[in-house]
């Protein structure tokens, strides 16, 4: 057990420690959500109108809906960014280098998967600061109820990000897989307005919203900042995370990869 710890020390410590090192990757992470935050927020509210907010919740600005979908896209923006660094430590070598120890394959994948995701709420947390000093307050206790839906929503979408690192072998082809499943994720979700105002414009793309496990990522978190649970949201985000990270695990799995280079 003492050896297990120290190897997951190991790993998350190494993910912390690429984390200071590049400073870009943290400020870009936060660019984006700040911009839709304060920029993009006025735009999608003029054009859409007030409607989009049910009459009976006056406490709820446009700009105060759309902060849970802005920390998912942190979650997701980092899932996958760690996820193409994996890919780049896989063409390097140390990647090899980690699987070949003697410690389960799936045990250091999954801390891979934990120091990755635990890196993603720092940013999430210095984004909701931000949002709160240009004025945009959550309840109290929400900054600290949203946390386990942080993380689990984390791992949900860093298992994607695994997953598509384990079928796809060449760095450059990664970055564009990464924006054709970013963005549809993002956009065909309720991050930016609600899923009865999607139904309503088009009910086969509110039936592909509700699909889109990113959109249950985002619900979760929402109710979760407001100190409530949907346990729809909360269902279908565990069952998520577990298909996915069983998926990647297969995709990593050595086994297969020895029968693919046979044939």
């Given at each position: ?25 943290f400020i870009a ?200 649970v949907n346990w729809?949201?909360?269902?279908w985000v565990a ?25």
């Amino acid at each position: 057990m003492t050896a297990f710890l120290r190897v997951t020390q190991a790993i998350i410590g190494r993910e912390f420690l690429r984390f200071v090192h590049q400073r870009e990757r943290f400020i870009a992470a936060l660019v984006r959500p700040v911009v839709w935050l304060l920029i993009f927020a006025a735009g999608f509210r003029a054009a859409l109108g007030l409607s989009i907010i049910p009459p009976y919740q006056t406490n709820i600005t446009y700009e105060t809906y759309i902060v849970p979908g802005l920390c998912a896209m942190v979650l997701l923006f980092n899932g996958m960014q760690s996820s193409l660094s994996l890919v780049y430590d896989r063409e390097m070598g140390s990647m090899r280098l980690l699987l070949t120890s003697p410690f389960p394959r799936w045990w250091l994948l999954i801390c891979r998967l934990i120091g990755a995701t635990l890196i993603s709420i720092l940013q999430v947390y210095t984004f909701l600061a931000i949002a709160a000093a240009a004025g945009i307050v959550l309840p109290a206790w929400g900054y600290v109820a949203v946390l386990p839906s942080l993380f689990l929503s984390g791992l949900m979408l860093g298992a994607i990000g695994l997953l598509l690192s384990s079928l796809i072998k060449q760095l450059e082809n990664f970055a564009g897989v990464m924006n054709f499943v970013i963005f549809p994720m993002f956009f065909l979700s309720s991050a930016l307005y609600p899923l009865w105002h999607m139904t309503e414009s088009s009910p086969l793309l509110g039936y592909i919203c509700g699909l889109n496990p990113f959109t249950h990522a985002v619900e979760l978190i929402r109710f979760s900042l407001y100190l409530q649970v949907n346990w729809g949201a909360l269902l279908w985000v565990a069952g998520s995370t577990v298909v996915f990270c069983a998926l990647a695990l297969w995709g990593y799995d050595p086994a297969r990869g020895l029968m693919k280079r046979k044939t």
